[in-house]
């Protein structure tokens, strides 16, 4: 919770503070940030509890609000904070990466769902590396052709000993006009 403390006088004998355009503004300010707001995001899976400071009624439930889906989590009331769980299997199954409303009898606010990135951290090797474990595996033929100096990976040339592009559209041809002709004189 946040606390402001002022320890100077209001009274307009000692200053001038509450005749400032300033006074309006920290006032307006500490009312804002007084208000216990929702994280701007959590984890979908990880064990965080959101907390909801709002009287809910016990006979309307808490959803999850997506534009094409709806979930109901699992609360806890502990007096006037509702805690919400987004842990569990349940909750890693149905829910999807995005943004949701917390909604229950009118909209409590907007909370940002994400997958835990932890298995999203790249490692990186070596070709000396790769080839290590692919000779391990029994691979004998490894053969690494590198980009350099903005050239297109068109232009890499790959060791081809023929092409069939031209073999496959004659023997289609082919097959075609003995198709044509079998239609024709077979009766």
């Given at each position: ?136 595996c029994g691979v004998k033929n490894i053969n690494f052709n590198t980009i350099e100096n903005g050239q297109s990976v068109s232009v890499i040339d790959l060791e081809k000993p023929q092409e069939f592009w031209r073999i496959c559209l004659l023997l289609g041809l082919l097959f075609i006009l003995s ?9």
């Amino acid at each position: 919770e946040n606390v402001y403390l002022y320890t100077s006088s209001l009274n307009e004998t000692f200053g001038d503070f509450t005749q400032n355009a300033l006074f309006p503004t920290v006032l307006l300010r500490a009312g804002e940030f007084a208000k216990r707001n929702l994280p701007s995001y959590a984890l979908i899976g990880k064990e965080n509890k959101l907390t909801v400071f709002e009287d809910l009624s016990e006979d309307q439930p808490l959803k999850l609000i997506n534009n094409k889906f709806e979930f109901i989590p699992i609360t806890t009331k502990n007096g006037m904070a509702v805690n919400i769980s987004i842990s569990g299997p349940e909750a890693i199954e149905k829910l999807k990466a995005g943004n949701y409303k917390l909604f229950s009898e009118s909209n409590l606010g907007v909370i940002a769902l994400n997958y835990e990135r932890t298995e999203s951290e790249l490692e990186y090797v070596y070709d000396n590396q790769i080839v290590d474990e692919l000779k391990k595996c029994g691979v004998k033929n490894i053969n690494f052709n590198t980009i350099e100096n903005g050239q297109s990976v068109s232009v890499i040339d790959l060791e081809k000993p023929q092409e069939f592009w031209r073999i496959c559209l004659l023997l289609g041809l082919l097959f075609i006009l003995s198709e044509m002709a079998l239609l024709r004189f077979w009766k």
